[in-house]
């Protein structure tokens, strides 16, 4: 079955550091999205990228998909406290326009 | 309110117990998805319903699971004979649903019940 990875699982940055996750899926994705779950809390939906290649920017987060749509990164550009939480990759296969498979999630701290 | 809402937050049971929990979607949304999530893991999926219609189902998902969304609205999940193993977090979710795949279809997450079976 799909299976989508992660990576790190874990991340220390001192506050006004970057970040940045990536996510590899076993199989050719037609869209990925993005969530964030603060701790204690639940998954909130971020963003989703359709397209090859596709750079998405929301702030200081920006958002890839890779050109042969199995990859993708979620990059934070000068991390702030409130960045805290498990940033989860989803995506959904190809041929499939319904499940999303997640990733494990990469947490982060931000150390101020 | 306009989110997802699930019912109870918390559940304690013994194991052996039958558990029902209840997901209320937003009302707009004609996707729900039931998903497990345990500490340290991202979410599994369960299974996901389009209106009342159960569509798709987990192959991990034990015959001891069974969920519901008789008029397309809220939704249901009951566990039979709970084993320790099933102590998880549960999340409700909804979305809009169709063909279009360029549509943007995040999913809206419920707070989810915590299950604790002892």
Request: net charge positive.
């Amino acid at each position: 079955g799909q299976q989508v990875m992660q990576i790190p699982q874990y991340q220390h940055v001192q506050e006004g550091e970057d970040f940045t996750t990536y996510c590899n899926s076993s199989t050719t994705l037609s869209n990925i999205q993005w969530y964030k779950q603060r701790p204690g809390g639940h998954p909130v939906f971020l963003i989703q990228l359709v397209k090859s290649g596709e750079v998405k920017k929301q702030k200081r987060l920006t958002f890839q998909f890779g050109e042969a749509k199995k990859n993708s990164s979620l990059h934070i550009t000068a991390t702030q406290t409130t960045d805290v939480g498990t940033y989860f990759c989803a995506g959904r296969a190809s041929g499939s326009a319904r499940q999303l498979t997640f990733g494990s999630g990469t947490q982060l701290t931000v150390l101020p | 309110d306009t989110g997802v809402s699930q019912d109870p937050r918390h559940k304690i049971t013994k194991r052996g117990q039958n558990v029902t929990f209840r997901c209320d979607p937003i009302s707009e949304h004609n996707r729900l998805y039931w998903y497990r999530q345990t500490l340290g893991q991202g979410p599994e999926f369960l299974t996901y319903f389009q209106n009342e219609a159960q569509l798709e189902k987990s192959r991990l998902l034990s015959d001891r699971f069974s969920a519901e969304r008789p008029k397309g609205s809220f939704s249901t999940l009951e566990i039979q004979r709970t084993e320790q193993g099933d102590s998880a977090m549960y999340l409700c979710a909804s979305s809009l649903g169709g063909g279009n795949v360029l549509a943007n279809y995040g999913y809206t997450f419920g707070s989810g019940t915590r299950l604790t079976v002892v």
